[in-house]
């Protein structure tokens, strides 16, 4: 079963999202980003997921991170917590 390892932001608005996402972009380190604004208790490890398999995750994560370019920064990405921006930092 394929594996993934991914971090993540998680926040309140699509704006807030897309104005991290240039932070980020722009130089921001995103585990410092995430440690700042994410809602996620991830948050305090960098946004750091670990390890997960397909299904682990809400329908809407699972694709980008199981099919999105590896160490770009996605998002904003919609779900039912809220907007994340998503790091997908490995898969095999």
């Known amino acids: ?38 809602n996620c208790p991830s948050g305090r490890q960098g946004g750091d997921l670990g390890t997960f398999g397909r299904g682990q995750m809400v329908k809407e994560f699972d694709e980008v991170v199981f099919n999105g370019e590896l160490n770009r920064v996605h998002g904003p990405v919609k779900t039912q917590f809220g ?6 930092t490995s898969r095999g």
């Open 83 to 88: 907007y994340h921006l998503l790091e997908v």
């Open 1 to 38: 079963m394929t594996q993934a390892s991914a971090r993540h932001i998680l926040v309140d608005s699509e704006q807030q999202c897309l104005e991290l996402k240039q932070q980020i972009e722009n130089g921001s380190d995103f585990a410092e980003v995430a440690r700042q604004h994410s």
